[in-house]
């Protein structure tokens, strides 16, 4: 979620993404708008916090904020978002069944 505009970019997965799926969606979105974000915040989950996203980050001179372990709180944006698209898909899948 872009925090000044909310703006929201998604790419489903049927796995968990890895560190290497970050960088290719962060490559796209970079590449789609012609700039890159001047901070990254993140939760603590090992594909944000992989040496292979780190050195990514530091080339492209984005900095990463990690919020702490179980502190969903202050992901409030991205929770709230997470909530939102599990309904969504709750009762797409209710209406089309």
């Known amino acids: 979620i872009d925090s000044h505009s909310n703006y929201v970019s998604i ?23 012609h700039r890159r974000p001047l901070i990254l915040h993140s939760d603590n989950g090992s594909q944000f916090v992989s040496h292979e996203l780190q050195d990514a980050l530091e080339r492209w001179n984005i900095a990463h904020i990690v919020t702490p372990i179980n502190a969903s709180f202050a992901n409030g944006k991205i929770e709230r978002w997470h909530r939102y698209l599990n309904e969504y898909l709750r009762a797409h899948n209710t209406s089309t069944a």
């Not at 997965?13 to 560190?19: D, G, I, L």
């Open 11 to 33: 790419r489903p997965s049927a796995n968990a993404p890895t560190s290497t799926n970050v960088k290719d969606f962060l490559t796209s979105i970079f590449d789609t708008f």
